[in-house]
């Protein structure tokens, strides 16, 4: 999973350095970072820590007052 992190922290990175509307924020995650996660859970159990690192890393760069993106099922 960890590899999995990287390479979503390097997508973003990616994208970081263009100065993208929050529209074409949420295009890049729903478009890029959201299809390598979703093929992770379907496969394997998330930890909870996981979902922790990804909406830290997807939202506190690019918003002032960030949200989760995703929350673990009960």
């Known amino acids: 999973l960890e590899n999995k992190l990287t390479r979503v922290k390097n997508l973003l990175n990616l994208w970081k350095i263009h100065n993208l509307t929050i529209k074409g924020k ?4 729903k478009s890029q970072v959201m299809p390598i996660l979703l093929y992770i859970a379907a496969i394997y159990p998330i930890p909870e820590e996981f979902i922790k ?16 993106l995703c929350a673990p099922l009960p």
């Not at 690192?53 to 989760?68: E, T």
């Open 26 to 29: 949420i295009t890049v995650i």
């Open 53 to 68: 690192k990804v909406d830290k890393r997807a939202l506190s760069s690019h918003r002032a007052n960030p949200q989760p």
